[in-house]
């Protein structure tokens, strides 16, 4: 049986008292695009700043598949200051 990607479920303008460190921040291996390709995909990021590497692949009901692999940047939040 498959098991479920664990995320955690934070809550608005929360002040937890775990620092999040998580190496994998995401995975969802079910996201359905609409009639362009496209989907929207949202997940909170670990509490270190810095570069985070994506990897997204993908097949449809045809057999072609894709892969696409890039790098998003984490800023520090000014939120607990």
Sequence with gaps: ???QFYAPKYKPASTAD????????HW???IVT??????RVSFYTADNPGD?????EGTD???SFGVKRGTLTV?????NQ
């Excluded at 609409?34 to 989907?39: L, V």
């Design 1 to 3: 049986m498959p098991v």
């Design 18 to 25: 775990m620092t999040d460190i998580r190496s994998t921040v």
């Design 28 to 30: 969802a291996p079910h």
């Design 34 to 39: 609409d009639k362009e390709g496209k989907a």
């Design 52 to 56: 985070y590497t994506y990897i997204i």
């Design 61 to 63: 009901l045809k057999g």
């Design 75 to 79: 800023k520090k939040s000014n939120l």
